[in-house]
């Protein structure tokens, strides 16, 4: 039998809280969601001044990072490069950039999604969040 890590509580904190700071170091205000491995719901956060649909979209992104193993930008580049049936996709509703999964040990252990701000900003707090944790 095969074993591999898995976010606890102490770890989705540092995530938080690396997340957080990135986006208050450039006021940007943003949602943002960390999810474990299967796409379930671990932390959410929505800074002052954050959009109400960013609590939406913010775990939407996580949970298509953390299902699909890869970065959800990579779904929005298959989209927008005329791939347009992949909107079909089950259980994938959040194929914008700013979705990124964390890697421990080689295996995907959940993903931060962020929403708010410009995607690639959305990309950069989660990293940071991630980075914070160790794991990026």
Do not use: C
């Not at 904190?13 to 208050?24: C, F, N, R, V």
């Not at 109400?52 to 929005?76: C, D, M, V």
């Amino acid at each position: 039998m095969h074993t591999k890590p898995y976010l606890t509580l102490e770890d989705v904190k540092k995530i938080a809280a690396g997340a957080e700071a990135e986006a208050l170091k450039n006021n940007w205000a943003v949602s943002f969601a960390i999810v474990d491995d299967g796409g379930h719901l671990l932390w959410f956060q929505r800074l002052d001044g954050a959009a109400p649909a960013s609590s939406h979209i913010a775990p939407a992104k996580a949970r298509t990072a953390a299902l699909g193993r890869r970065e959800s930008k990579l779904y929005e580049d298959v989209i927008n490069n005329g791939r347009m049936s992949f909107l079909s996709a089950p259980e994938l509703e959040g194929m914008l950039e700013g979705g990124v999964p964390v890697i421990a040990g080689g295996h995907v252990i959940g993903a931060v999604g962020v929403s708010g701000v410009k995607s690639n900003e959305d990309a950069q707090i989660a990293k940071a969040g991630i980075a914070a944790l160790g794991a990026a």
